[in-house]
């Protein structure tokens, strides 16, 4: 999904490694993915098997937190972004 790439690629300029891997569930647990440090590199894990909209807000979130200027953004990607900003 194009969306899931631009924020990505957002999130890799930012000095994110950003990684879409199959993530281990057991009974009881769902793992969700996010940002992590391993080391040096700075890491955002997304579980690949997680429906697009949640990879999605997962992504959004971190760019967000990131405090990215969302003007390079696509007008989908900026949407995505600054609407679940409080007040927004």
Excluded: N
């Amino acid at each position: 999904m194009a969306l899931i790439e631009e924020l990505s690629q957002v999130l890799a300029r930012s000095g994110f490694e950003v990684r879409r891997e199959k993530l281990l569930r057991e009974v009881g647990y769902r793992a969700r993915g996010g940002a992590c440090r391993l080391g040096e590199k700075q890491l955002v894990i997304i579980d690949r098997d997680q429906p697009w909209g949640e990879q999605l807000e997962l992504l959004a979130a971190l760019v967000r937190e990131s405090g990215h200027q969302t003007c390079e953004l696509s007008q989908a990607a900026r949407r995505l972004v600054e609407d679940r900003l409080p007040g927004a």
